[in-house]
């Protein structure tokens, strides 16, 4: 979401609000330090509010997405490389494995339905029960692909109803 959208709704809205949004996927904390990264103080005198105090062009910057002053998660920090590291028995194994995830991850690139980039898309919001290991798979694809599971679930029943379809 770009930072100038973000300003307009925390003229109405709180920031605590605005982050548990499903379509800005920050949190509080993390959208704070962004707005604060980016150039914006919170002031807390006469006219409380964000002000830009940053250098350059506040428009330029109201273009940018938050996300580009957002801080990595925990999640990304945590996760450890094997660099420089003596290969072991365990890592060999482990190698092997990460090959295989990555032939996996190549055929369904090869087999699936070409992205389409839509501007605009009215959505709804839906609710209903998966299967859980499923579900796991879907969330691990959606991590390895760098896409959200509402796309990958889009997209996998575009295609089946263009399958019904040809039918």
Known sequence: MKIGKILELIKTDTPA?????????????????????????????????WYFVGEGDEETVQEQL????ATEGKAKA?????????PNDTNQRSNV?????????????????????RTNVIRKRSSFDMDVELMKELKIQAIIHDRTVYELVESAVRHYLAELKGK
């Open 97 to 117: 494995g990460i090959k295989r995830d990555k032939e996996q991850v190549e055929q369904a690139n090869e087999q699936s339905a070409p992205t389409i980039e």
């Open 17 to 49: 609000n605005i982050a548990k949004r499903a379509d800005v996927h920050l949190s509080e904390k993390s959208l704070r330090k962004a707005l604060n990264k980016a150039g914006y103080e919170y002031r807390n005198s006469d006219e409380k509010g």
């Open 78 to 86: 945590n996760v450890s490389t094997n660099v420089n590291k003596e």
């Open 66 to 69: 938050i996300y580009d002053f």
